[in-house]
């Protein structure tokens, strides 16, 4: 081989290697255990401002991992929680904020036109460092913003975990 073949070569197997070594990732998701935490701590944050909520946790893909439904929760809950933490998981925002983008912007007020969306204050990811891991959805509080409240004292409340 000439000096030049080699170094093309060599070139050419490092590119072929970096294509490969993309075809796989590596990904982190939210536990069982971790879920399940994350939705008893937001049903009790609701808890002791006399709210009966339901709470939701989804995975990075928007599948259901812990649900929780307090006592006097009404029906309608249960699906509002799943629905605000599939949207927030996929769209990987707080659905407070994409509702409210949503009334101010016409073009994205047909996000209410996605299957499984609902954009109510409630749903918020749960991260690791800048990566979504999953979501939490709250439904049942007297306001999507009081929704959101519980489920951000219940991601306070497991912070440490998520570095």
Not at 47 to 56: D, F, L, P, R
Request: include cysteine; glycine fraction near 10%.
């Amino acid at each position: 081989m000439t000096l030049s073949f080699k170094t093309a070569f060599i070139a050419l197997s490092c590119i072929a290697g970096a294509a490969q070594a993309q075809a796989v990732r590596t990904e982190h998701n939210i536990s069982l255990d971790l879920a399940n935490q994350i939705a008893a701590a937001s049903v009790s944050a609701c808890a002791a401002n006399g709210y009966a909520v339901s709470a939701t946790v989804v995975d990075r893909a928007g599948g259901v991992r812990a649900v929780q439904r307090a006592d006097n929760a009404g029906p309608h809950t249960l699906a509002a929680s799943q629905q605000k933490a599939y949207t927030s998981a996929s769209a990987k925002n707080n659905t407070l904020a994409m509702m409210e983008g949503a009334q101010k912007n016409p073009a994205a007020a047909n996000l209410v036109y996605i299957p499984g969306y609902l954009l109510l204050g409630g749903g918020v990811p749960v991260k690791l460092g800048n990566e979504v891991i999953g979501a939490v959805g709250v439904g049942g509080a007297p306001g999507g913003h009081l929704d959101e409240q519980c489920a951000l004292a219940a991601l306070d409340k497991i912070k440490d975990q998520l570095k």
